[in-house]
């Protein structure tokens, strides 16, 4: 009897789809920076990205492992050096965080996750070469400090094959998360944004508003 | 200029962020709700002449976006003033 040819198994193969990305944001928390802070939510929602920060981790939990896993979560990191200059509050003293943490996802980037792609943002031009002699080479985005400049900036350094979102989409975005934010700071009882329930419900807001202003 | 980085994920919807931050469902429904209110009879109109970006609201007649209890700013309003003004002017020029 001849012998039949050996069918292939009919595997189904499982369904492939892209899995969402995150962005992990360092950037100050101080209420001189609150416009910004409300647009790096807008604008990293916008492009189809999950906003990530070191606010999310709760108090109880050891800081710095955390912030090392939540860099090598996350598929991108934006890190703005604007606050280099001594704060008023005595003893006066720089804010070392934004620089440590950069630092620290460089060292991410060249030992553990060689995929990871981060860039450093500025209010003004030509300080970073004074600040940072080290990341001589590397040009940061300048924002110069206003919620149009850092989306400017954002188009510039990301780019997406669909949904590209533009600067006044990502206005939008902001404007949504502006009319809301009086609301979701009520709720959680807060009186400044830099906390953990806040930037939650903020980064959901956002996602949403992005969903409806460059999805549909 | 640096090259831009090239994001390749799927977009993120509220669901994926909220699933990620543990934000529960019934408060992830409540801020698209919130969202939704604020989007609805909202029209996007962009040119692909001059780029131009277009937001456009259908207010309903009495609805708080409309102004209630504030007065009118109209045509008419406008065109009084610059009749009184005509008329003042006449009037100085009759001493």
């Given at each position: 009897?001849?012998?039949?040819?050996?069918?292939?198994?009919?595997?189904?193969?499982?369904?492939?789809?892209?899995?969402?990305?995150?962005?992990?944001?360092n950037?100050?928390?101080?209420?001189?920076?609150?416009?910004?802070?409300?647009?790096?939510?807008?604008?990293?929602?916008?492009?189809?990205?999950?906003?990530?920060?070191?606010?999310?981790?709760?108090?109880?939990?050891?800081?710095?492992?955390?912030?090392?896993?939540?860099?090598?979560?996350?598929?991108y990191s934006i890190h703005d050096l604007s606050?280099v200059?001594?704060?008023?509050?005595?003893?006066?003293?720089?804010?070392?965080?934004m620089p440590?943490?950069l630092?620290?996802t460089v060292?991410?980037e060249?030992?553990?996750?060689?995929?990871?792609a981060w860039i450093v943002c500025e209010t003004m031009r030509f300080r970073l070469k004074k600040s940072l002699t080290d990341l001589d080479g590397t040009d940061p985005y300048v924002h110069d400090?206003?919620?149009?400049g850092l989306?400017r900036e954002l188009g510039n350094a990301f780019v997406?094959?669909?949904?590209?979102?533009?600067?006044?989409?990502?206005?939008?975005?902001?404007?949504?998360?502006?009319?809301?934010?009086?609301?979701?700071?009520?709720?959680?009882?807060?009186?400044?944004?830099?906390?953990?329930?806040?930037?939650?419900?903020?980064?959901?807001?956002?996602?949403?508003?992005?969903?409806?202003?460059?999805?549909? | 200029m640096p090259q831009p980085i090239k994001?390749?994920?799927?977009?993120?919807?509220?669901?994926?962020?909220?699933?990620?931050?543990?934000?529960?469902?019934?408060?992830?429904?409540?801020?698209?709700?919130?969202?939704?209110?604020?989007?609805?009879?909202?029209?996007?109109?962009?040119?692909?002449?001059?780029?131009?970006?277009?937001?456009?609201?259908?207010?309903?007649?009495?609805?708080?976006?409309?102004?209630?209890?504030?007065?009118?700013?109209?045509?008419?309003?406008?065109?009084?003033?610059?009749?009184?003004?005509?008329?003042?002017?006449?009037?100085?020029?009759?001493?």
């Amino acid at each position: 009897m001849p012998r039949q040819p050996r069918r292939k198994p009919n595997r189904a193969s499982p369904k492939r789809t892209a899995s969402t990305e995150s962005a992990f944001l360092n950037i100050p928390y101080d209420a001189a920076f609150e416009n910004l802070y409300l647009a790096y939510i807008a604008g990293v929602s916008a492009f189809g990205l999950k906003p990530r920060a070191a606010l999310e981790i709760p108090t109880s939990n050891r800081r710095l492992e955390r912030i090392l896993a939540l860099i090598q979560e996350c598929k991108y990191s934006i890190h703005d050096l604007s606050r280099v200059e001594v704060d008023r509050t005595p003893p006066p003293t720089p804010r070392f965080n934004m620089p440590f943490e950069l630092g620290l996802t460089v060292a991410l980037e060249k030992v553990v996750i060689p995929g990871h792609a981060w860039i450093v943002c500025e209010t003004m031009r030509f300080r970073l070469k004074k600040s940072l002699t080290d990341l001589d080479g590397t040009d940061p985005y300048v924002h110069d400090g206003t919620v149009r400049g850092l989306f400017r900036e954002l188009g510039n350094a990301f780019v997406r094959n669909q949904n590209q979102p533009t600067v006044d989409e990502m206005m939008k975005v902001y404007r949504i998360l502006r009319a809301n934010f009086k609301g979701v700071l009520y709720r959680a009882g807060a009186t400044h944004p830099f906390n953990a329930r806040v930037f939650r419900d903020l980064c959901v807001l956002a996602s949403a508003a992005a969903d409806d202003v460059v999805l549909n | 200029m640096p090259q831009p980085i090239k994001v390749r994920g799927r977009f993120a919807t509220a669901y994926d962020t909220a699933e990620t931050l543990g934000v529960s469902p019934s408060r992830t429904q409540e801020l698209i709700e919130a969202v939704k209110k604020m989007t609805q009879g909202v029209v996007y109109r962009s040119s692909n002449k001059s780029g131009s970006f277009a937001v456009r609201k259908k207010m309903k007649a009495g609805s708080p976006a409309t102004g209630v209890g504030m007065k009118k700013k109209n045509s008419a309003r406008h065109a009084e003033a610059t009749k009184k003004k005509a008329q003042s002017r006449v009037a100085k020029a009759h001493r």
